[in-house]
């Protein structure tokens, strides 16, 4: 990733939101199927088959050795869930399904966390939890505040309802590539980091876990599950900082 924070017109922004509302009236279809019994490979080329239909790219397909338009992680699988056709749905699962699109060279990226059929009432807390992080986080967002501040609103929010946050996968800047700097940890101190600027345009993406924060990667070198097996959860907006605060460029 390139260190250099690199800034937005206000043309790229729009063309950066184009790309993103993609994303969003995407997973408003996928909210409204009934995805139990598919297997994660069908719901992935479903994806694949939507963005491309859009006149946009799978932006995830632009990462080097991956090969598919999403990652799809079911209950204790935290982040990068590889499609299989072995790997099914199954009523009272979490899915999180995070994709990225790509248009007209812009690039925007989006996480949500599914609800399938009738889920337990914790599995309904975990869920509940992750988009309130998230979205304590994206109120931090503003001129002159600090990527450390996004940090500590989210790793705060998560204390507060006895979860843990993982650290070792982070926001980033999103825009012209699909990650560019600067990394925007789910944890941190106000006023540290780097400085929030008009123009730059990121990414804020708690993956909330039940128990432990810790994660094991799988053999494929891609699939992270819970370290103690418990659920994990995950909501993710791609957003803009302006002059007065921050517009969500994943969402119509």
Not at 21 to 47: C, H, P, Q
Not at 152 to 178: D, I, Q, W
Request: proline share 3%; with cysteine.
């Amino acid at each position: 990733m390139n260190r250099v924070v690199r800034l937005k017109t206000e043309d790229d922004i729009k063309r950066i939101k184009e790309s993103g509302v993609i994303i969003f009236r995407l997973f408003k279809i996928i909210d409204s199927m009934d995805i139990a019994g598919m297997s994660t490979w069908e719901l992935d080329t479903f994806i694949d088959d939507y963005i491309m239909k859009s006149k946009a790219r799978p932006a995830f397909k632009t990462v080097r050795g991956y090969s598919f338009a999403s990652c799809i992680s079911i209950n204790n699988v935290a982040s990068h869930g590889l499609p299989a056709k072995k790997i099914k749905v199954s009523s009272g699962d979490l899915v999180k399904i995070d994709t990225g699109t790509v248009m007209n060279g812009y690039f925007a990226d989006s996480c949500f966390t599914f609800k399938i059929g009738e889920v337990t009432p914790d599995a309904e807390r975990l869920v509940n939890a992750a988009y309130e992080t998230m979205q304590r986080g994206i109120t931090e967002i503003e001129p002159e505040k600090f990527t450390g501040d996004i940090g500590f609103a989210v790793e705060n929010c998560v204390r507060e309802y006895g979860y843990s946050v993982v650290k070792n996968f982070t926001g980033h800047g999103v825009g012209f590539a699909l990650h560019e700097a600067p990394v925007i940890p789910n944890y941190g101190e106000r006023g540290k980091g780097t400085m929030l600027r008009p123009g730059m345009v990121l990414t804020v993406e708690p993956i909330v876990n039940q128990g432990s924060d810790e994660l094991v990667v799988q053999e494929d070198g891609w699939t992270s599950i819970t370290s103690d097996n418990k659920l994990s959860a995950q909501f993710e907006h791609t957003l803009a900082v302006t002059k007065t605060g921050s517009i969500i460029l994943t969402a119509e």
